[in-house]
């Protein structure tokens, strides 16, 4: 696992390095838990601070998937409903973002459509 973890971080760094990138986290974690975090390079250029694990991204329609995929998750061990509310406000987590909240709540079976126009 050492060497594998290893390998994550020079290629993550290496990406970095040769400008492919500016900056990068990455997790991977499985049902016991974490069992890979690193941040390499730099959140914003011009001011040059360092990605960090907590680093927020925005990430726009590249979240769907990966909200997609949660929701099923928590459909599959019935802590929801297709029809359960999936994105709320959130005060430990404030918005960054230019985006305004939805006007109406968005439902679990909506995250896996493909409309860009919320």
Known sequence: MTELIG???AALRRAVETNEVPGVVAMAATDNGIIYAGA??????????????????RLASMS???????????????????DSQSV??????????????????VKAR????SSSSR
């Open 7 to 9: 390998s994550v971080d």
């Open 40 to 57: 390499f390079g730099r959140r914003d250029l011009a001011l040059d601070p360092d990605m960090t694990l907590d680093t927020m991204f």
């Open 64 to 82: 769907k998937p990966v909200t997609s995929v949660a929701a099923m998750q928590l459909v599959s061990k019935a802590s929801g409903t297709w």
């Open 88 to 105: 709320t406000s959130s005060s430990t987590h404030p918005t960054r973002s230019p985006f305004r909240e939805p006007s109406t709540p």
């Open 110 to 113: 909506k995250q896996g459509e």
